[in-house]
């Protein structure tokens, strides 16, 4: 079936780069998208990858698809305490192509 | 450009109460869909219209939630009676159309605690 999954903490310190991962199961995945939610807001779209792209740059984000290892990472560099969010991984697949989200990864960061 | 509309922000209500929430999605889009978020968990699609009419509500607990766009520009979502494990945050969303590539609006959610 179709699942997407995440690691559900991540802690950096100000300025480092941050990297979080993704992986899903639906070989027919079209889009894959990364979303950040800060603490009582919405949902807010950073960035989408086509599938048969292998990345994208887009300032400080980077996106690297791993296609045959169904692998999908997001890395921001320099990552500052205003990035502090949670980011969902989000593929869109299947007939219906109705948006498969994975839990959420909770990053921190420290002064 | 106004974004999506949702009211109430916040709502506590009694368990078998029911409750009514909101949504005004971007001008001009003509998807929206409602979204379940329970805390620590990743966004449930509990239903999608396309204008007013309905393409997806497979996962919709029909006996206790409705929802309805009619008119093709606003919506509401009902639960009635709601239930404990009905507390989360019910997100709209909206967009231009049903390609990959037409990005998915949300707004910032209407919050419900039943007690």
């Known amino acids: 079936g179709e699942d997407v999954e995440q690691s559900l903490f991540l802690s950096v310190r100000e300025g480092d780069s941050s990297v979080i991962n993704c992986t899903y199961t639906d070989s027919s995945s079209t889009y894959l998208y990364w979303y950040k939610q800060e603490p009582g807001a919405g949902l807010q779209l950073l960035t989408y990858?086509?599938?048969n792209m292998d990345m994208k740059q887009d300032q400080r984000l980077t996106v690297l698809l791993n296609k045959k290892d169904k692998h999908l990472s997001l890395r921001i560099a320099d990552t500052q305490t205003g990035d502090s969010a949670i980011y969902f991984c989000?593929?869109?697949?299947?007939?219906?192509?109705?948006?498969?989200w994975g839990l959420g990864t909770s990053l921190a960061v420290n002064p | 450009e106004a974004g999506v509309a949702q009211s109430p922000r916040y709502k506590i209500i009694e368990k078998r109460q029911s409750v009514a929430f909101w949504c005004n999605p971007i001008s001009g889009h003509a998807t929206l869909y409602w979204y379940q978020q329970i805390l620590g968990q990743g966004p449930k699609l509990l239903i999608q219209f396309q204008n007013n009419g309905v393409v997806d509500d497979s996962q919709l607990p029909k006996d206790r939630f409705s929802a309805e766009r009619l008119k093709g520009v606003d919506s509401t979502l009902k639960i009635q009676p709601a239930k404990l494990e009905d507390s989360a945050v019910y997100l709209c969303a909206s967009t231009w159309g049903r390609g990959a590539l037409n990005t998915i609006y949300f707004g910032e959610g209407s919050w419900l605690t039943v007690v």
């Open positions: 990858i086509f599938s």
């Open positions: 989000a593929e869109k697949a299947g007939n219906n192509r109705k948006l498969i």
